[in-house]
């Protein structure tokens, strides 16, 4: 049986929701290991000048625990 834990995880880039998603398993993987899964819980998008200058993602990574 496998014990896994979840843990939650805000990033921003400045380029796309996929990109932010992938600094945070980046970062994350830092001090986690066995990282299974992403799950993007939640996105949203700062507007400056009537553009996208910045993409933010909330997402949950879940790992398994040895």
């Not at 996929?18 to 986690?32: G, I």
């Not at 799950?39 to 040895?66: H, M």
Request: no cysteine.
């Amino acid at each position: 049986m496998a014990v896994l834990k979840v843990i939650e995880v805000l990033s921003n880039s400045d380029k796309s929701w996929e990109d932010a998603t992938k600094k945070a398993v980046t970062q994350a993987s830092k001090s986690v290991k066995n990282i299974r899964s992403v799950y993007v819980q939640e996105q949203s998008a700062i507007v400056k000048d009537d553009e996208v200058s910045e993409f933010r993602v909330n997402v949950k990574i879940t790992f398994e625990v040895k």
